[in-house]
T-cell receptor, first 118, second 112 residues
Framework: DTEVTQTPKHLVMGMTNKKSLKCEQHMGHRAMYWYKQKAKKPPELMFVYSYEKLSINESVPSRFSPECPNSSLLNLHLHALQPEDSALYLC?????????????????FGPGTRLTVL | GENVEQHPSTLSVQEGDSAVIKCTYSDSASNYFPWYKQELGKGPQLIIDIRSNVGEKKDQRIAVTLNKTAKHFSLHITETQPEDSAVYFCAGRGSTLGRLYFGRGTQLTVWP
């Protein structure tokens, strides 16, 4: 299995709703990522998990809450979002994060969840 | 941190022609440069990458070159086909573990 899967494909939610995005990979990768992508823009890094521990939080608002329950799963819990949070949310995974010259961290992306906040 | 610039922002070519997309980076410690292709409604797909100890890498119709001295790298697509139409992103891995810095993207259109 060489892919990253994401559910749901599309999500519409109101500003008072609570919802979750799910990401799964079975490539044995131990680093997982959440990105946000607006139309015609590159992906923006939100969070990085390494060995199920949060290693990077790019100053993301607390209405986004990541969770990594095990090495194959990554969730993003959403609460009290704003219309400007509407975007494509991408999950990615890579092998372990290593320091130094041997660290390349090829990242493989899932298809994304298209989120619309009304 | 790293800063990756990408040009051009749009590129139109006739089917069968070659396409070249160029990127520059700022962090001399960067050692890994992937290229992603993103089709409409899909996630980015890793199509080729190059490491700093290599000057060129080819995979069928696509190739990437790296000039470490000048801090630039390029994607070359030969014999373009309409299915090559997509947005292409270059990226560089800077000093921060796990972090990729993306260029702004190039919309490639291949006309039949």
């Amino acid at each position: 299995d060489t892919e990253v899967t994401q559910t749901p494909k599309h999500l519409v939610m109101g500003m008072t709703n609570k919802k979750s995005l799910k990401c799964e990979q079975h490539m044995g990768h131990r680093a997982m990522y959440w990105y946000k992508q607006k139309a015609k823009k590159p992906p923006e890094l939100m969070f990085v998990y390494s060995y199920e521990k949060l290693s990077i939080n790019e100053s993301v608002p607390s209405r986004f809450s990541p969770e990594c329950p095990n090495s194959s799963l990554l969730n993003l819990h959403l609460h009290a979002l704003q219309p400007e949070d509407s975007a494509l949310y991408l999950c990615a995974s890579s092998q372990v994060l290593l320091a130094g010259a041997r660290s390349y961290n090829e990242q493989f992306f899932g298809p994304g969840t298209r989120l619309t906040v009304l | 941190g790293e800063n990756v610039e990408q040009h051009p922002s749009t590129l139109s070519v006739q089917e069968g022609d070659s396409a070249v997309i160029k990127c520059t980076y700022s962090d001399s410690a960067s050692n890994y440069f992937p290229w992603y292709k993103q089709e409409l409604g899909k996630g980015p797909q890793l199509i080729i990458d190059i490491r700093s100890n290599v000057g060129e890498k080819k995979d069928q119709r696509i190739a990437v070159t790296l000039n470490k001295t000048a801090k630039h790298f390029s994607l070359h697509i030969t014999e373009t086909q309409p299915e090559d139409s997509a947005v292409y992103f270059c990226a560089g891995r800077g000093s921060t573990l796990g972090r990729l810095y993306f260029g702004r993207g190039t919309q490639l259109t291949v006309w039949p």
